[in-house]
């Protein structure tokens, strides 16, 4: 089975390393955003309702803005800290990248989504309502790139760092369950449903990112799921609520529905992922 464990055995792996990179990495990661925010304060560029245009995405710019930028310190923060505590270069974090892999992930993981939202309208096409606007394209110009970084701070992090350090400890299996349960604790806040949504897609994604060597896939699946839920679908019950997506609905009995919709087709997606990956991961192109 292909595995990020020849990319975790690089630089240096003493168990402080470990503690200190991180700590380090959102440290450095929380300084930026302090000083990128003193300097929009000063230059007068902040609207005078900053604090809610961040808070929902019913103002997309600031929102979106907003998001790529705090994403942005947390990547930068992290690979900075990785080569100066660990000798980890970035590319070691995102081991094997294929973008053909990316690709196919991006790919399958949204026709699963229009399955499931196809779905879900035949069940309750009242759920549905078409919310496309001249917004919607000023909605897309700040979520694409914006979102994009968010995604790939967060397989940085998660399918990254997580994994990578989890896999020097753990045999596959459980470093894939530890990871994904991490992954589900910092959901937590966007509520239960959400939590454990991202408890089945973080163990799917760790296993992916094992059995493929690198980020790549898991990167295109990650991208595309938040830019069907902030784009094409926007649910009530998400925390892209209130975006002027193309539609917006209402889910089915809470999220509780779409949960267990969405789990079963990260499952058998896993399933087939797993039978095509090739048995040894190639070189980081």
Same mark, same amino acid.
């Given at each position: ?57 019913? %103002? @997309? ?27 980890? $270069? ?68 998660? $399918? ?26 910092? %959901?937590?806040?966007?509520?239960? @449903? ?27 699946? %990650? ?20 975006? @002027? ?35 040894? @991961?190639?070189?980081?192109?």
């Amino acid at each position: 089975m292909s595995d990020l464990i020849q990319y975790a055995q690089r630089g240096r792996n003493t168990w402080w390393a470990w503690l200190l990179g991180p700590i380090l990495g959102f440290t450095l990661a929380l300084v930026a955003g302090v000083l990128i925010t003193i300097a929009v304060m000063l230059a007068g560029a902040a609207p005078p309702d900053l604090a809610q245009q961040i808070a929902r995405p019913t %103002h @997309p710019r600031v929102f979106f803005i907003t998001t790529g930028v705090t994403f942005g310190c947390i990547l930068a923060g992290l690979a900075a800290s990785a080569w100066l505590v660990q000798a980890k $270069r970035p590319t070691d974090l995102i081991g094997d990248w294929r973008w053909r892999g990316f690709v196919a992930g991006a790919a399958a993981w949204s026709l699963a989504q229009v399955a499931a939202a196809a779905l879900d309208y035949a069940l309750a096409p009242a759920s549905f309502r078409l919310t496309a606007s001249a917004a919607t394209l000023e909605l897309a110009l700040a979520a694409v790139p914006a979102l994009a970084v968010q995604t790939f701070a967060e397989e940085f992090v998660f $399918r990254g760092l997580a994994t990578q350090g989890l896999r020097l400890l753990l045999p596959p299996l459980p470093c894939a369950l530890a990871s994904g349960a991490l992954f589900a604790v910092v %959901h937590i806040p966007n509520g239960w @449903p959400q939590a454990a949504n991202a408890l089945v897609f973080g163990v799917a994604a760790a296993w992916i990112a094992l059995r493929t060597g690198g980020l790549a896939t898991t990167f295109g699946m %990650h991208l595309a799921n938040n830019l069907f839920g902030a784009l094409v679908v926007v649910s009530t019950a998400d925390v892209f609520r209130g975006a @002027p997506g193309l539609f917006t609905q209402q889910p089915l009995q809470g999220l509780w529905v779409d949960v267990m919709m969405q789990g079963a087709l990260m499952i058998a997606l896993t399933l087939v992922i797993t039978r095509m990956t090739r048995t040894q @991961p190639g070189t980081n192109t």
